[in-house]
Nanobody, 116 residues
Framework: QVQLVESGGGLVQPGGSLRLSCATS????????MGWYRQAPGQQRELVAG???????NYADSVKGRFTISRDNAKNTVYLQMNSLKPEDTAVYYC??????????WGQGTQVTVSS
């Protein structure tokens, strides 16, 4: 069974950078769509970035130009490079994997806090 484990979160100053990693305990097939969601206190969960099996990406308007999602299928790992971080980016970030014909899989989340 595929399990997703996020890492790389922490405390960073505004304008700083973090790279989140989503490692899998099982194989992630090349046909999986991968994504990052986040949920801030008092806010709904939102899609931050997604990447398809073909490498096509999409981003929330709030992070375009600052965040980059990528995948390394050989390592069964997905990344979220976050630059120019803002306090508004503070949230728990979740990795998700979407198989073609099965429910989505979710990681446990990793906290990102952007503060002075």
């Amino acid at each position: 069974q595929v399990q997703l484990v996020e890492s790389g979160g922490g405390l960073v100053q505004p304008g700083g950078s973090l790279r989140l990693s989503c490692a899998t305990s099982g194989s992630i097939l090349s046909v999986y769509t991968m994504g990052w969601y986040r949920q801030a206190p008092g806010q709904q969960r939102e899609l931050v970035a997604g990447i398809t099996s073909g490498g096509s990406t999409n981003y929330a308007d709030s992070v375009k130009g600052r965040f980059t999602i990528s995948r390394d299928n050989a390592k069964n790992t997905v990344y979220l490079q976050m630059n120019s971080l803002k306090p508004e980016d503070t949230a728990v970030y979740y990795c998700t994997a979407r198989p073609p014909y099965a429910p989505a899989l979710w990681g446990q989340g990793t906290q990102v806090t952007v503060s002075s």
